[in-house]
């Protein structure tokens, strides 16, 4: 069974600073995509970002860009420049390809509410 | 990406009732499926949804309790039965869509917050 870990329940930063979201899966598969999803207080899920196991590049998607590191089945997220509209619910997600359906099943972590500070 | 709506937005439902939730979406997908967020909690799979065949339900979930309907590829219906107060969650639908070179994503829709008494 694929886990997810997110090992901060709740970070802040300060408007226009960086900061590092950290998360942690373990899997046995070798083909598989991570994702961070994004949820405000309007509880919309948005997708942030999304990585392939198989690129050794990290993703980039403007202010948002993750470190990558398949090894040590890691996957962080930074957001630079923080904004006021970054205050949410950063989930992150694992996707392995379903056993059953010939589809794929999102596994999530339990989440890191960020607040960005004025 | 896809435009995904749920109908309602939200619901104050007596117990041992029952409420149905729709999913629409803008456009046809195969595979859609149905996630229950419990207050401060992350999202928990109910069901895979494929259209034409019966929904597929995660350990946990039965069809009795989350009846699902999938009637055509751009909408479907999860029921919540018999509530009792542990229902009270906020339930997701997501599609299944492909963005290329054979790779798929999931895109969420609103959410529907549910709070039963």
């Known amino acids: 069974a694929q886990t997810v870990t997110q090992s901060q329940p709740e970070m802040s930063v300060q408007e226009a600073e960086t900061v590092t979201l950290s998360c942690t899966y373990d899997?046995?598969?070798?083909?598989?995509?991570l994702f961070w999803y994004k949820q405000p207080p309007s509880r919309q899920m948005i997708l942030v970002i999304r990585?392939?196991?198989?690129?050794?590049q990290n993703a980039t998607e403007n202010r948002f860009s993750v470190n990558f590191q398949k090894a040590a089945k890691s996957f962080s997220l930074k957001i630079s420049d923080s904004q006021l509209g970054d205050t949410a619910m950063y989930f992150c997600a694992f996707m392995t390809p379903y056993s059953g359906a010939g589809s794929y099943q999102l596994t999530f972590g339990k989440g890191t509410k960020l607040s960005v500070i004025p | 990406s896809a435009v995904i709506s749920q109908k309602p937005s939200r619901d104050i439902c007596q117990r041992g009732t029952s409420l149905t939730i729709q999913c629409q979406v803008d456009s046809q997908v195969t595979m859609m499926f149905w996630y229950r967020q419990q207050p401060g909690q992350s999202l928990t799979l109910i069901a895979t949804?494929?259209?034409?065949?019966?929904?597929?339900?995660e350990s946990g979930f039965v069809i009795d309790k989350f009846p699902i309907s999938r009637p055509n590829l751009t909408f479907s219906t999860l029921t919540v039965s018999n509530m009792s107060p542990e229902d009270s969650s906020i339930y997701l639908c997501?599609?299944?869509?492909?963005?290329?070179?054979?790779?798929?994503?999931?895109?969420f829709g609103p959410g529907t917050r549910l709070l039963v008494l």
């Open positions: 990585q392939e196991a198989y690129k050794q």
């Open positions: 997501s599609v299944e869509v492909p963005i290329g070179s054979g790779q798929e994503t999931q895109y």
């Open positions: 899997t046995s598969e070798n083909n598989y995509y």
């Open positions: 949804a494929n259209q034409g065949s019966e929904a597929t339900y």
